[in-house]
Nanobody, 123 residues
């Protein structure tokens, strides 16, 4: 699976962005899709995951109530709607595909990764 993330940019605190990730190469609906991020000087961390069918989603505590993950299997695309952004959300955001049975929250479970898109939130 090839993954292409987009939608990053610079916003002020309290603003919103929607990230997109388009998949190609394999059957998109066979994969659980996740978003991760890496802030400057920190390890990559889990943000959100959505199962193949688009059912029960899971979020990091930092994302709950502000971020929404969704997918459109007809468009081979997964989205991350981010609202009420904070400076601590500044990071490179990565989408990833996991062919496993369960929605994973650790990066080691993911098989394919996009190139990342930069989100910068200023105060």
């Amino acid at each position: 699976v090839q993954l292409q993330a987009s939608g990053g940019g610079s916003v002020q605190a309290g603003g919103s962005l929607r990230l997109s990730c388009v998949a190609s190469g394999r059957t998109f609906s066979n994969y659980n899709m996740g978003w991760f991020r890496r802030a400057p000087g920190k390890n990559r961390e889990f943000v959100a995951v959505i199962p193949r069918s688009g059912g029960s989603t899971r979020y990091a505590d930092s994302a709950k109530g502000r971020f929404t993950i969704s997918r459109d299997n007809a468009r081979n695309t997964v989205y991350l709607q981010m609202n009420n952004l904070k400076p601590d959300d500044t990071a490179v955001y990565y989408c990833a595909a996991d062919g496993g049975w369960f929605t994973a929250m650790t990066e080691y479970d993911y098989d394919y990764w996009g190139q990342g898109t930069l989100v910068t939130v200023s105060s």
